[in-house]
């Protein structure tokens, strides 16, 4: 069997699927008409969602920090490469120990793959060791859809001002094998160490891989 037909195979069993930018996206499917809403470049689109305690975080309130938003699927292979090799938790202490805020938002709709309740969320992050500031549960898919996101993990940067900044991969290892985190380019480390140090982002959009968000 060829590795394009195993590929395939695979992307179809998982879900998963890469974004890409033109008139086509995932699998071949044509793009939605929300994946552009949220623009690097422009002011980050502003929400309120619930989070695992039953409480509600604006990003609003987070004005004057820098602010990362992870969509992720604990069910996914690929989220499960960088959370399975302690990658995902790593960049979460170190950047929230430098007052960063981490949001970690799931968006699959209920009876889908990486669906869950509040108990089972903060249950992930504590038997994961994650470190995010808190997870939002966006079970109908209005922040998801207002910010584009595709796959998971799909990751996006706001700086202080509230402007995004990098939206894409975490790194440029698009793939399953927890090898390939050792030596990966990752992107939004790279983005947060320019916008700390006032540069502009070099890599500011990317293509995110993962499996696809499970909206409703």
């Not at 929300?34 to 422009?42: F, I, Q, Y």
């Not at 938002?105 to 808190?134: F, M, N």
């Amino acid at each position: 069997m060829s590795d394009s037909v195993s590929r395939r195979r695979f992307l179809a069993h998982t879900g998963a699927a890469v974004l890409v930018t033109g008139a086509s996206a995932t699998l071949g499917r044509p793009r939605p008409s929300w994946a552009a809403a949220a623009k690097v470049g422009e002011p980050a689109p502003g929400f309120t969602s619930t989070a695992t305690s039953g409480s509600p975080v604006s990003l609003g309130s987070y004005k004057g920090k820098i602010v990362i938003l992870e969509w992720t699927n604990h069910d996914c292979p690929y989220v499960r490469k960088h959370y399975e090799t302690g990658n995902m938790q790593s960049l979460q202490r170190e950047v929230t120990g430098q007052g960063v805020v981490w949001l970690t938002l799931i968006s699959s709709s209920p009876g889908t793959q990486g669906h869950v309740t509040p108990a089972q969320a903060d249950e992930l992050t504590s038997t994961r060791k994650a470190a995010p500031t808190a997870v939002l549960l966006d079970e109908k898919g209005v922040v998801g859809r207002m910010y584009g996101a595709t796959n998971t993990p799909h990751m996006y940067v706001v700086d202080k001002t509230g402007l995004l900044v990098y939206a894409g991969a975490i790194d440029d290892r698009p793939t399953t094998r927890r090898a390939d985190v050792q030596g990966a380019n990752n992107y939004v480390r790279a983005a947060l160490e320019a916008v700390v140090a006032g540069q502009p982002v070099k890599t500011p959009v990317t293509r995110a891989y993962g499996c696809t968000v499970k909206y409703s």
